[in-house]
């Protein structure tokens, strides 16, 4: 059965520091591209960051550069989202995705909620 599930939302104040994980099962994990998205509240989810098999390119969205950071550990079937510096503007839920490197096929987390707020 694949799983993917996230950890370590919560409340973090403007400024503050937040490590996000997702651990995955039921797939070999080195064969999917692995990203972070994340939804706001009535916005569409956008893209914040991903990783290729081997860690050999990450990508991270504009408006996260500088502050965010994605890297993964294939032995740990495991992939992170470092957030420093974080600001209202990034409160959403941020899902985890897993894609196959060739034929497409993708899966999702359940999401967990980051909330920047004083």
């Known amino acids: 059965q694949v799983q993917l599930v996230e950890s370590g939302g919560g409340l973090v104040q403007p400024g503050g520091s937040l490590r996000l994980s997702c651990t995955a099962s039921?797939?070999?994990?080195?064969?999917?591209?692995m990203s972070w998205y994340r939804q706001a509240p009535e916005k569409e989810r956008e893209l914040v960051a991903n990783?290729?098999?081997?860690?050999?390119?990450?990508n991270h969205a504009d408006s996260v550069k500088g502050r965010f950071t994605m890297s993964r550990d294939n032995a740990k079937n495991t992939v992170y989202l470092q957030m420093n510096n974080l600001q209202p503007e990034d409160t959403a839920i941020y899902y985890c995705?897993?894609?196959?490197?060739?034929?497409?096929?993708?899966?999702w987390g359940q999401g967990t909620q980051v909330t920047v707020s004083s």
């Open positions: 039921g797939f070999i994990f080195s064969n999917y591209v």
């Open positions: 990783i290729t098999r081997f860690s050999a390119v990450t």
């Open positions: 995705n897993a894609k196959h490197f060739v034929v497409g096929a993708a899966y």
